[in-house]
């Protein structure tokens, strides 16, 4: 089994920032990737960003990059999402998400509220 753990969210005003962490316990030898979805209120969770475990590569939404900034700390087994320039459309849960690449994503977090006022 794997724990994921988010903090860091919170209320925050148009084009200011956040920065979101998500420690990983258990299993993770299970999996090679982690990284964020979120879901506003009446819409489909999707995806933000991800990154490989083992290698510097990352991948992210087109609504988010050049915004949100991935990154891994593999020594504590967190990832972290840098959130800048925040809109009111950034407004979500975020969720941490993790597992192998072939069955990405397979844990999840508990989410964590992101509001962003204009």
């Known amino acids: 089994q794997v724990q994921l753990v988010e903090s860091g969210g919170g209320l925050v005003q148009a084009g200011g920032s956040l920065r979101l962490s998500c420690a990983a316990s258990?299993?993770?030898?299970?999996?090679?990737?982690m990284g964020w979805y979120r879901q506003a209120p009446g819409k489909e969770r999707e995806f933000v960003a991800r990154?490989?475990?083992?290698?510097?590569?990352?991948d992210y939404a087109d609504s988010v990059k050049a915004r949100f900034t991935i990154s891994r700390a593999n020594a504590v087994n967190t990832v972290y999402l840098q959130m800048n320039s925040l809109k009111p459309e950034d407004t979500a849960v975020y969720y941490c998400a993790a597992g192998p690449i072939s069955h990405y994503p397979q844990y999840w977090g508990q989410g964590t509220q992101v509001t962003v006022s204009s």
């Open positions: 258990g299993s993770i030898f299970s999996f090679s990737a």
């Open positions: 990154i490989n475990w083992s290698s510097v590569s990352a």
